[in-house]
């Protein structure tokens, strides 16, 4: 099992920044590939980012690309979104997770373990 608990979630004015975390706890979380995704109120979950392993690989929804980055260190058993020039669009519960590798790192599906979620609201 790994518990995975999200913090740095907030209210930004459109244009800012916040940067989320995400601890584990409980089995390494080295073995496995992390992702965040979102939650619009009244839409459905959306892939936001996804990183590899050790760290070397990221991938980026097109709608983050050039604006959020992802990362992690394994040693700390933490992963971060930095999140620059949020829009009010990019409202939404934010939500950390793990999955093992091979998997289709866009699909919700292919996670296993998931945190309780941090809400990130951009006002205009």
């Known amino acids: 099992q790994v518990q995975l608990v999200e913090s740095g979630g907030g209210l930004v004015q459109a244009g800012g920044s916040l940067r989320l975390s995400c601890a584990a706890s409980?089995?390494?979380?080295?073995?496995?590939?992390m992702g965040w995704f979102r939650q619009a109120l009244g839409k459905e979950r959306e892939f936001v980012a996804s990183?590899?392993?050790?760290?070397?690989?990221?991938y980026y929804a097109d709608s983050v690309k050039g604006r959020f980055t992802i990362s992690r260190d394994n040693a700390k058993n933490t992963v971060w979104l930095q999140m620059n020039n949020l829009k009010p669009e990019d409202t939404a519960v934010y939500y950390c997770?793990?999955?093992?590798?091979?998997?289709?790192?866009?699909?919700?599906?292919?996670?296993?373990?998931w945190g309780q979620g941090t809400q990130v609201t951009v006002s205009s």
């Open positions: 990183v590899s392993l050790r760290g070397g690989s990221t």
């Open positions: 409980g089995r390494t979380f080295s073995p496995y590939g």
């Open positions: 997770a793990a999955r093992r590798p091979g998997l289709d790192y866009t699909a919700a599906a292919a996670y296993t373990y």
